[in-house]
């Protein structure tokens, strides 16, 4: 026999039928099942494949320290919502779920990978280590990644969607005083309690009901209290979500929870998310998170049918599921007796074997015996019998201190109590040390007492009144602390059972050769416990890493203590041979290790919530956005910023398209967006002094009314960032940056002022988004302004000089500030109209342009005319150059200090055969060669070079290829020689000639027009 | 989450903020010789315990802070302006945020 | 000591798996020692074998606080590559690429380095042509490397995000010889066969002070008691996290160096998702995956943003990777994060690491790596052992010295300037 649903009892809503597939095979049950309960009342016991030695699994839990029913659920549509490892004790039943085994071939029940088990004695903790490393062929890795491949088939469980996931995530904030973790008896009084006192409290539960462990007693007998629990806490205010896992505790009492809006649901709505990713800030957080149940070590300890005694008390009372008709309880602790006997009144034949002495239960196995259990004590499980289910159980008998065989015995169900392990993993996380309690066997944290508290199971108070009264002592204690009234209540000691715990990890018998779980996810064995001992693996960091114990997917919650109860026993009996009496280990002295968030693992996409896709990062567009593409523009990404890359005609390509807008610019005009450049006011009467103290050259003296390029250096004396900073009044700038530094320059000046040098009387603001520019480049820019000006005398080279600045009108009203400056190297301009006349600025300006048998062009003919120049961009300041290395030397205003003036002055950055910037042209002139490029001299093309190429472009105005670059001791290091652009990853070497990079108009004649 | 009392906005997630750097470090005049530039720039005392750092509310009130925080445990002692003339007028208020928590 | 080998384990497994001894003894403290090497670490581990093995040095104890491999040893994410191209940084990650090549065999250990490709993914033509320099000098340096299309980036890894990116991929920067390995198995490695080569490797051992007689180490304070060093005695310090600290007990003052924080993250096992080391930079984002043989993805991100000596991150740093990994994986975004954890790491000033003589005659300092620990930790120990025994700088690290920036050398691989947070 297996498990059976019972005819009645329970908390599933037997009214309604959800059909379901398991494996293919439609099965039914009921709302308010999990899956796993539904897979037993469906009689389906063989459900997982274990992770290494692919071992028969079955359900082993009721929540989410579950180690053998991990299940891949398919989810709706095509596959891309494919959903391995959940685990079925968690998975709520909806109709039309479809889950099938994992980590199996062809299914689970006929699994080819189970001859694993045959070779485990080949395959210990650590193998690999050890293995798979020679011989030496070809490289050193040869051999080892041949047999990774294999590896890598066998390991991992489930298999992943490689479909992009389809479902959406939400980010969710929310504030609240108290945070209750954990809606049990413990949880729901503290939460109406601090509720009560008037504090505004969220409490969340992980399952979809709140009640915790009432939930898993029978009906008559906590069915009232919790209803009165529950109207408690509602009427105290207190807010509750459930389906919800607080998954990490925070710095600053933040907590992190996920909120499972539609796992459970089989047609949601379509605007839901799939989860919610909840951050909350509370001031005070309670932890009522509970207690796992332990089981212990002893051989086929995860065979089907093997349960924690609780889990089996879950199914029994809260999914009315009969784990089995001959059942066997282990024991070593009262809290088996009250599940043994519920077992036995809904007709099952149950034994206890309660390894703890006969005059220490006795009292319990009168009760028992009223019942019809027979209890034995001194008993353990030694070994259950069995291919894919327990069939029976072979008994261990204590005599003397010994385990020995004590006989074998037929049974469907082993059910299994170790003793409890409080789930103080939240307080783990916030650096609460784990601490040995050994009178309880099991670790607790002692909460920060400031922020955090803890009450029920997760203080290791077993007994439920005892849980209530330590809640509502939890909420008292936070209401007080937050300054409300609220009563003193003391909080109940640890503990609560009659008869002590005793100490039980492992049951064995010499010479039985055992395979006895320790981490059932992981499949680590208590062997491998022990060859982690005698190969020095003791600590217990090593002992996790070196067999896996406690790493898997329930984060060791159900072997983490038995791994270091079996490893304290081994340091103390190192000398001989078999172990297994009945000595308690020294765990204190193994130590513990850190729990890590998050409590249950957590799907990535809700924590990225809509963070994705487009919407991974924001996106900056100008204003004339539309405008330009309207008009043909190709974008392309610079920083988060979308700008116009180049405006095909007639199907042009890149290149076409590009030379042509360049050579436009060139021989009459063109317009280019250019407002993504930084903007920043520098405002007040020491506006003057602070730009000589950034820049490197002289910006006091600067009339009003002219610009100026200049260059501020980083504090150790390398190039921060170029622009144009415009005189508009004796104190107040208008500072212009890269895209790329916008936000650094303007942080770093804000850093100065406030900071550094708070006696300086200046205000920056950024003004990047107030004002929308277009540079009007090109001999026939002075035409094109002057047709659109509202009136054309404020551009007479008398009043608008080569570098002044000014204020203009055009297109009837449009209110503009002007200078006459230039990137290009041609007559040009660069004009700013207010963001909201973007388009109207535009429009004017095209209308003219256009007339003028001008362009627009975008960043590819901007760079072009650039490299012409040999005007310096991100490319070449890349934050290792100095102002000499990019010809700029001059700009260093002698006689004045500036931010970086001494450092730059450092040895190494002043040697005459640094890399400076020059041209580069092919000495083929029709031969092409990239960016990116390492100068090298021509016959070594090897080792590090000489330098590099920055940028290239076909240069229509010299109609070649061209590039600027750096190299060693620029160009009159090589005048006379020719140089080799080698680019191995992309092209044949190119030989080249290192010329000046001011390739066009050297003079400037053009540009001033 | 490290939630930081910033004097002119209240508490806030450090992801509103942009650490700095060790407030205690002394830039010298522009002038001064390399080596006092070299230790200004390059070297820390690197506490581990409470030091002072600055921070800048960037996606607030852009106000650069001086935070005392201890860097082993993440608990914050004290937030006031940098600037010495503006944290003096939030404290001549009686604002207590100009102090801290 | 048992030569590890499929032979070993099959005979073993014959005999119950019961013959096997420590892989390394658990020395007790000696109240003299001619070499002490603080930290064991992979680069404290790495630079005693190789003292042993290469130099011939004998007496020599590791010191350690905790347990071997605890730091960064244990908590990153196992990359290995030599995608470096500052002159002063080339050659050295080369030499550690070739250790890695040959680790396993040379330690006896399989450590796993599965080289599997380093692929970096490109979004913008600039990029790209950043990319070819540093990949060029690679090439041209005697290590390989490859620009992709589009075209062989989609055959190699079909399920990246190409449909509706916010920054649309343009092809990839590769890496082939590069990959990861088993971080463990490297500190084990190393530890087993240092101890085989007579190094006393000395756990749960914290140094509490380092005496000095004039301007030389005399002896260090110990937990377990004073260590003395002998006259032509030498202390090496690699104590990542925690430099500054002992470099305060030597009584010597500050450092270019802040410690930072920086999380990693592993998610459930799953059958083989990705077959290669990714890695994803662009618009201020930095990430870089792959999947353990285990079959967790194994991810990383930026640093916290705020210095940090709590082992502990917080939710930003993991909202910000989990963007990143569903947007150039958008199938992750049902796979479940198991667990993120946090560990400290020297950040300096220019992003490179620090392999040196210090103002002590006797004392040499190991330290700053900022993220690129695990990679460099062969090369790292060997020329940290080179420069013990023959009290000067190989050429190869003559960069890594803390003069450099005195002298305005720079290494910075990023051009990110003096602020350590800004390296990662």
């Known amino acids: 026999m297996s498990a059976r649903r019972l005819p009645d009892g329970g908390r599933i809503d037997r009214a309604e039928a959800l059909r379901f597939t398991w494996d293919g095979a439609?099965?039914?049950?009921?709302?308010?099942?999990?899956?796993?309960?539904?897979?037993?009342?469906?009689?389906?016991?063989?459900?997982?494949?274990?992770?290494?030695?692919?071992?028969?699994?079955?359900?082993?839990?009721?929540?989410?320290?579950?180690?053998?029913?991990?299940?891949?659920?398919?989810?709706?549509?095509?596959?891309?919502?494919?959903?391995?490892?959940v685990k079925a004790t968690v998975q709520e039943l909806y109709a039309g779920l479809a889950a099938a085994g994992q980590n199996a071939w062809p299914n689970v029940r006929f699994d080819l990978g189970a001859a694993a088990n045959r070779l485990s004695r080949f395959l210990p903790a650590g193998f690999y280590y050890k293995t798979f490393m020679g011989p030496r062929i070809k490289g050193g890795t040869t051999v080892w990644m041949l047999c990774e491949k294999f590896i890598r088939r066998a390991a991992g469980m489930g298999a992943a969607s490689r479909l992009p996931d389809p479902d959406q995530y939400e980010h969710a904030h929310a504030f609240c005083d108290v945070l209750v973790v954990g809606g049990g008896p413990a949880g729901l009084a503290a939460a109406a309690t601090a509720a009560r006192a008037g504090l505004d409290v969220l409490l969340v539960e992980q399952d979809f009901q709140l009640g915790g462990d009432l939930l898993n007693q029978p009906l008559a007998d906590a069915g009232e209290l919790l209803a009165e629990m529950l109207d408690d806490a509602r009427s105290a205010g207190v807010r509750a979500m459930t389906r919800t896992t607080a998954f990490g505790l925070y710095d600053g009492c933040v907590a992190g929870l996920i909120e499972r809006v539609t796992d459970h649901l089989a047609d949601p709505a379509p605007f839901l998310p799939r989860q919610r990713f909840w951050t909350v800030r509370?001031?005070?957080?309670?932890?009522?998170?509970?207690?796992?149940?332990?089981?212990?070590?002893?051989?086929?300890?995860?065979?089907?049918?093997?349960?924690?005694?609780?889990?089996?008390?879950?199914?029994?009372?809260?999914?009315?599921?009969?784990?089995?008709?001959?059942?066997?309880?282990?024991?070593?602790?009262?809290?088996?007796?009250?599940?043994?006997?519920?077992?036995?009144?809904?007709?099952?034949?149950?034994?206890?074997?309660?390894?703890?002495?006969?005059?220490?239960?006795?009292?319990?196995?009168?009760?028992?015996?009223?019942?019809?259990?027979?209890?034995?004590?001194?008993?353990?499980?030694?070994?259950?019998?069995?291919?894919?289910?327990?069939?029976?159980?072979?008994?261990?008998?204590?005599?003397?201190?010994?385990?020995?065989?004590?006989?074998?015995?037929?049974?469907?169900?082993?059910?299994?109590?170790?003793?409890?392990?409080?789930?103080?993993?939240?307080?783990?996380?916030?650096?609460?040390?784990?601490?040995?309690?050994?009178?309880?066997?099991?670790?607790?944290?002692?909460?920060?007492?400031?922020?955090?508290l803890t009450a029920g199971a997760a203080a290791a108070i077993w007994d439920t009144g005892a849980c209530r009264v330590s809640g509502q002592a939890a909420g008292a204690a936070a209401a007080r602390a937050l300054g409300k009234d609220a009563p003193g209540i003391a909080m109940p000691a640890p503990g609560g059972w009659r008869s002590p715990i005793r100490p039980l990890y492992e049951v064995r018998v010499p010479g039985a050769h055992l395979k006895s779980m320790v981490d059932p996810l992981n499949d680590v064995t208590a062997d491998d416990v022990r060859l982690a001992h005698r190969e020095g693996f003791t600590s217990v960091e090593h002992l996790k890493r070196y067999t896996t114990l406690g790493m898997s997917a329930d984060g060791g919650k159900m072997g983490n203590v038995i791994g270091l109860a079996l490893m304290a026993e081994a340091l103390g009996r190192a000398s001989d041979g078999d172990g297994g009496d009945g000595a308690d280990p020294d765990i204190a002295a193994v130590g513990a290790t850190t729990f890590r968030p998050p409590y249950t693992p957590v799907a990535l996409g809700a924590l990225r919530g809509r963070s994705v896709g487009g919407h991974f990062r924001p996106l900056r567009r100008t204003p004339m956005h539309q405008w330009n593409l309207e008009r043909g523009a190709v974008m392309t990404i610079a920083g988060l910023w979308e700008r116009p890359w180049y405006y095909p005609r007639h199907g042009e390509t890149l290149d076409q398209a590009y030379i042509r807008e360049a050579a436009t610019v060139r021989e009459s005009v063109g317009l280019c967006d250019v407002t993504s450049l930084g903007k920043i006011a520098v405002q007040g009467p020491d506006a003057a002094a602070f730009l000589d103290r950034i820049y490197t050259n002289r910006f006091a003296h600067l009339p009003v009314g002219k610009a100026r390029y200049g260059i501020m250096l980083r504090d150790d004396g390398l190039v921060l960032d170029d622009g144009t900073t415009w005189r508009l009044s004796e104190t107040d700038y208008f500072m212009t940056t890269t895209t790329a530094h916008a936000a650094t320059v303007m942080a770093w000046l804000e850093e100065l002022l406030q900071v550094r040098w708070p006696a300086l009387r200046v205000h920056v603001a950024s003004v990047s988004d107030q004002w929308a520019g277009c540079a009007v480049a090109g001999p026939k820019s002075h035409r094109v302004l002057s047709a659109c000006a509202d009136s054309p005398e404020a551009l007479t080279d008398h009043a608008l000089p080569f570098m002044g600045v000014g204020r203009m009108s055009l297109g009837g009203g449009i209110p503009c500030r002007i200078a006459r400056i230039s990137f290009s190297g041609e007559l040009a301009y660069e004009v700013y109209a207010p963001s909201d006349y973007a388009t109207a600025m535009m429009d004017a300006l095209w209308a003219a342009a256009e007339a003028a048998g001008g362009c627009l062009y975008g960043l590819e003919a901007l760079g072009a005319l650039r490299i012409e120049k040999g005007h310096v961009t991100g490319a070449e300041l890349d934050g290792r150059v100095t102002l000499d290395d990019a010809g700029l030397g001059r700009m260093a205003a002698k006689g004045k200090a500036f931010i970086g003036s001494t450092l730059r002055a450092r040895p190494e950055l002043q040697r005459e055969d640094r890399p400076k910037l020059v041209g580069i042209r092919p000495k083929d002139r029709a031969a092409r060669f990239n960016a990116g490029a390492i100068l090298c001299r021509p016959g070594q093309l090897s080792g590090l070079g000489e330098g590099w190429v920055t940028a290239v472009t076909h240069s229509p105005a010299l109609g070649h290829w061209i590039g600027i670059g750096f190299i060693r001791g620029g160009e009159a290091a090589w005048r006379g020689q020719s140089a080799v652009a080698a680019d191995p990853v992309r092209a044949a070497p190119v030989e080249v000639d290192i010329i000046s990079p001011h390739m066009f108009d050297p003079d400037g004649a053009r540009m001033r027009g | 989450m490290i939630r930081i009392p910033c004097p002119f906005c209240g508490e806030r997630d450090h992801s509103e903020f942009a650490y700095g750097k060790d407030a205690s470090v002394q830039y010298p005049p522009l002038d001064a010789p390399l080596e006092d530039w070299h230790e200004a720039v390059f070297l820390r005392d690197n506490i581990r315990g409470v030091q002072l750092e600055t921070w800048q509310h960037l996606h607030g009130c852009r106000q650069w802070l001086v935070v005392e925080r201890d860097t082993a445990t993440h608990h914050i002692h004290s937030v006031r302006a940098a600037h010495p003339g503006v944290a003096a007028v939030l404290a001549g208020a009686g604002n207590d945020a100009g102090s801290g928590k | 000591m048992t030569r590890y080998s499929a032979w070993s384990i099959f005979k073993n497994g014959l005999a119950g798996q019961r013959n096997w001894r420590r892989a390394w003894r658990d020395a007790e403290p000696r109240a003299h020692y001619d070499i002490i090497i603080v930290g064991a670490g992979l680069h404290g581990l790495a630079t005693a074998y190789y003292l042993a093995a290469n130099h011939g040095a004998a007496n020599i104890a590791v010191l350690e606080k905790g347990w071997l491999g605890g730091g960064n040893a244990g908590r990153n994410t196992t990359i290995v590559r030599s995608n470096y191209m500052m002159p002063g940084n080339r050659p050295f990650y080369e030499h550690s690429l070739k250790l890695w090549e040959n680790l396993s065999h040379e330690l006896n250990y399989n450590v796993m380095f599965s080289q599997r490709a380093h692929i970096t993914l490109l979004h913008t033509p600039a990029a790209r042509d950043a990319a070819a320099r540093r990949y060029n000098t690679m090439r041209l340096t005697g290590s390989d490397g490859e620009l992709w299309d589009?075209?062989?980036?989609?055959?190699?890894?079909?399920?990246?995000?190409?449909?509706?990116?916010?920054?649309?991929?343009?092809?990839?920067?590769?890496?082939?010889?590069?990959?990861?390995?088993?971080?463990?198995?490297?500190?084990?490695?190393?530890?087993?066969?240092?101890?085989?080569?007579?190094?006393?490797?000395?756990?749960?051992?914290?140094?509490?002070?380092?005496?000095?007689?004039?301007?030389?180490?005399?002896?260090?304070?110990?937990?377990?008691?004073?260590?003395?060093?002998?006259?032509?005695?030498?202390?090496?310090?690699?104590?990542?996290?925690?430099?500054?600290?002992?470099?305060?007990?030597?009584?010597?003052?500050?450092?270019?160096?802040?410690?930072?924080?920086?999380?990693?993250?592993?998610?459930?096992?799953?059958?083989?998702?990705?077959?290669?080391?990714?890695?994803?930079?662009?618009?201020?984002?930095?990430?870089?995956?792959?999947?353990?043989d285990k079959g967790g993805m194994v991810f990383g991100g930026d640093l916290d943003w705020y210095k940090s000596y709590a082992q502990r991150g917080n939710l930003p740093a993991v909202?910000?990777?989990?963007?990143?990994?569903?947007?150039?994986?958008?199938?992750?975004?049902?796979?479940?994060?198991?667990?993120?954890?946090?560990?400290?790491?020297?950040?300096?000033?220019?992003?490179?690491?620090?392999?040196?003589?210090?103002?002590?005659?006797?004392?040499?300092?190991?330290?700053?790596?900022?993220?690129?620990?695990?990679?460099?930790?062969?090369?790292?120990?060997?020329?940290?052992?080179?420069?013990?025994?023959?009290?000067?700088?190989?050429?190869?690290?003559?960069?890594?010295?803390?003069?450099?920036f005195r002298h305005g050398v720079n290494i910075d691989e990023r051009g990110a300037g003096p602020d350590p947070k800004l390296h990662g």
Not at chain 1, 399 to 404: D, K, L, M, P
Request: net charge positive.
């Open chain 3, 319 to 404: 909202q910000d990777v989990a963007e990143c990994a569903t947007s150039i994986l958008p199938c992750l975004g049902r796979v479940r994060l198991l667990r993120h954890w946090g560990g400290v790491m020297d950040m300096t000033m220019d992003g490179s690491p620090f392999i040196c003589k210090t103002p002590l005659a006797n004392l040499y300092l190991n330290a700053g790596w900022n993220y690129g620990g695990f990679k460099a930790s062969p090369a790292s120990g060997w020329y940290f052992a080179d420069l013990m025994a023959n009290d000067r700088p190989a050429p190869v690290i003559a960069d890594f010295d803390l003069g450099r």
């Open chain 3, 150 to 292: 589009l075209d062989a980036l989609k055959r190699a890894v079909p399920h990246l995000n190409y449909d509706n990116a916010r920054f649309p991929i343009i092809g990839a920067a590769v890496q082939r010889r590069a990959g990861t390995a088993r971080h463990d198995a490297v500190a084990w490695g190393y530890a087993r066969a240092a101890d085989q080569l007579g190094v006393d490797i000395i756990q749960n051992c914290e140094v509490t002070g380092i005496t000095r007689d004039a301007n030389r180490v005399s002896a260090v304070q110990t937990s377990r008691g004073p260590i003395r060093i002998g006259n032509a005695g030498k202390v090496g310090l690699a104590v990542a996290g925690n430099t500054s600290r002992l470099w305060a007990m030597a009584g010597l003052g500050k450092l270019p160096v802040e410690t930072h924080l920086l999380q990693a993250f592993v998610t459930e096992p799953l059958k083989p998702l990705l077959d290669q080391v990714v890695v994803f930079g662009v618009g201020g984002a930095h990430f870089y995956i792959s999947q353990s």
């Open chain 1, 282 to 452: 509370a001031r005070r957080i309670i932890v009522a998170a509970g207690a796992l149940e332990r089981h212990f070590a002893f051989g086929n300890n995860d065979r089907p049918g093997v349960m924690g005694a609780a889990a089996a008390r879950a199914y029994l009372n809260r999914y009315a599921v009969l784990p089995g008709e001959r059942i066997v309880v282990a024991t070593n602790n009262d809290s088996a007796y009250p599940v043994a006997g519920e077992l036995a009144a809904a007709g099952a034949a149950v034994e206890v074997l309660d390894a703890r002495p006969a005059d220490r239960v006795r009292q319990l196995a009168q009760q028992a015996g009223a019942r019809g259990i027979t209890v034995r004590p001194h008993c353990a499980p030694l070994r259950a019998v069995g291919a894919r289910r327990v069939k029976a159980l072979e008994v261990a008998m204590e005599e003397g201190g010994r385990w020995r065989h004590g006989g074998r015995q037929a049974c469907d169900a082993v059910l299994v109590s170790g003793g409890w392990s409080p789930a103080i993993h939240l307080i783990s996380h916030l650096g609460g040390k784990p601490r040995w309690n050994r009178r309880l066997a099991c670790f607790t944290a002692d909460a920060n007492g400031e922020s955090l």
């Open chain 1, 26 to 85: 439609e099965l039914t049950g009921h709302p308010g099942d999990t899956l796993a309960s539904a897979l037993l009342a469906g009689g389906v016991q063989l459900i997982g494949r274990s992770f290494k030695y692919h071992r028969p699994r079955g359900v082993m839990s009721a929540g989410v320290e579950e180690s053998g029913a991990l299940v891949t659920v398919a989810g709706a549509g095509d596959g891309a919502r494919r959903d391995p490892n």
